[in-house]
C-alpha cells in the first residue's frame, strides 16, 4: 500500500444482509471516532446473490440503531473477481466464506484474505450466522463484531504507521 492512500477492506459474509452490513458499519464508526476517514475505505459484500439489492435484515438494522449505528443505506451485493483487485483486505465472517473466497479468487489476486476475527485478534473464531436464530443472536453477533472490530483497528493502524515510519 502506498503511503497517503486509503486501505481498502472488504467485509465478506454469506447474504450481505446481517454479518457483513454489520462488520462495514461498526468500522466505519470506529474509523470516524478516530477521524480516520482518510486512511480507511470500507465496504461489504456475501458470497451469495439470493438479497442482492436489499437493504441488510431488520434485526441487524435494529441492533447497530440500538447502538448509534445507521445501517438503512446500505444494500447488499455478491462479490465481484474485481473485488480481488480493488481491496487490501478481504475478510470472511466465518471459515466458509473464506474457503468461497479463496475458491472464486483468480491467481496472482492482490488482495489478502483471511478471517474477520482470527485477522483481528489472533484467536480463529467464526462469526455465527444469526439469521435463522432470534434477536438474541444479532446482540451477540454486535459484540463480537465491535471487539473484533476494535482489534481490527489498531492492528490495522500500526501497520500503516510501520509503513510510514
Ligand atoms: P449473513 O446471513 O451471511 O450474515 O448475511 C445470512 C443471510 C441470508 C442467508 C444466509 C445467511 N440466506 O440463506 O438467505
Not at 129 to 154: C, K, T, W
Request: glycine share 10%; proline share 5%.
Amino acid at each position: 500500500m502506498m503511503q497517503n492512500e486509503r486501505m481498502s477492506i472488504l467485509f465478506v459474509c454469506l447474504g450481505n444482509i446481517c454479518r457483513s452490513p454489520l462488520a462495514e458499519g461498526v468500522f466505519r464508526d470506529i474509523v470516524e471516532a478516530h477521524g480516520a476517514q482518510e486512511r480507511f475505505f470500507v465496504d461489504s459484500a456475501g458470497t451469495g446473490n439470493w438479497h442482492q439489492g436489499k437493504p441488510p435484515d431488520r434485526r441487524s438494522v435494529d441492533v447497530a440503531g440500538r447502538h448509534g449505528i445507521d445501517l438503512t443505506g446500505l444494500r447488499a451485493r455478491q462479490v465481484t473477481h474485481q473485488d480481488f483487485e480493488r481491496f487490501d483486505l478481504l475478510l470472511g465472517m466465518d471459515s466458509d466464506n473464506v474457503a468461497t473466497l479463496a475458491a472464486l479468487a483468480p491467481p496472482g489476486r492482490r488482495g489478502r484474505l483471511a478471517q474477520f476475527h482470527e485477522f483481528s485478534t489472533g484467536v480463529p473464531r467464526d462469526v455465527p450466522d444469526p439469521y435463522y436464530g432470534n434477536e438474541d443472536g444479532f446482540e451477540a453477533v454486535y459484540r463480537m463484531i465491535r471487539a473484533s472490530a476494535g482489534s481490527l483497528f489498531e492492528k490495522l493502524e500500526a501497520e500503516t504507521r510501520g509503513v510510514s515510519g
